[in-house]
């Protein structure tokens, strides 16, 4: 997708939780940096739950089939980015995560993280990442409690 000063990027995301009924653990996706979550820009004409699935099995390799969104739950995110292709300037990014299950813990197929790991879902966590995962897992606990 070819960006355009001023453009709002949208992107979209996953917090997988194994366990049925009750949660049992979350997936978290290592970068060389930090901890992240399976998540992507979405191509031209996708919707944002069409993205965070597409994104979910291209980076985990689970398969869309395996996963069950949560209909009653989104959590959005808004905030400025820059990219190196177009040096300074300024796009607001926004980003909406899901909840989506899984049973037990599928193997993995990494395609765009060194590592990932799942933790045990008895949030708070200690801090992850405290502008996107952190409140992420809060709002994702009160909704399921």
């Not at 993205?51 to 099995?57: D, N, P, S």
């Not at 980076?59 to 300074?88: C, M, R, W």
Request: charged fraction near 25%; proline fraction near 8%; glycine fraction near 6%.
């Amino acid at each position: 997708m070819k960006k355009v000063p001023g453009q709002t990027v949208k992107a979209a995301g996953i917090l997988l939780i194994s366990g049925e009924g009750t949660p049992a653990h979350f997936l978290l996706m290592r970068h060389r940096d930090r901890w992240d979550l399976p998540k992507g820009h979405c191509e031209d004409g996708e919707t944002f739950v069409e993205t965070a699935l597409r994104e979910t099995e291209e980076e985990t390799g689970i398969p869309q089939s395996a996963i069950s969104l949560d209909p009653d739950f989104q959590f959005d995110l808004k905030y400025q980015v820059t990219y190196k292709n177009y040096g300074d300037l300024p796009f607001e990014k926004h980003v909406r995560y899901f909840i989506g299950f899984v049973r037990d813990q599928p193997a993995l197929t990494l395609t765009e993280h060194e590592s990932a790991q799942w933790w045990a879902w008895d949030p708070p966590n200690a801090p992850i990442q405290s502008e996107t995962i952190d409140p992420l897992i809060l709002a994702a606990q009160q909704h399921l409690s």
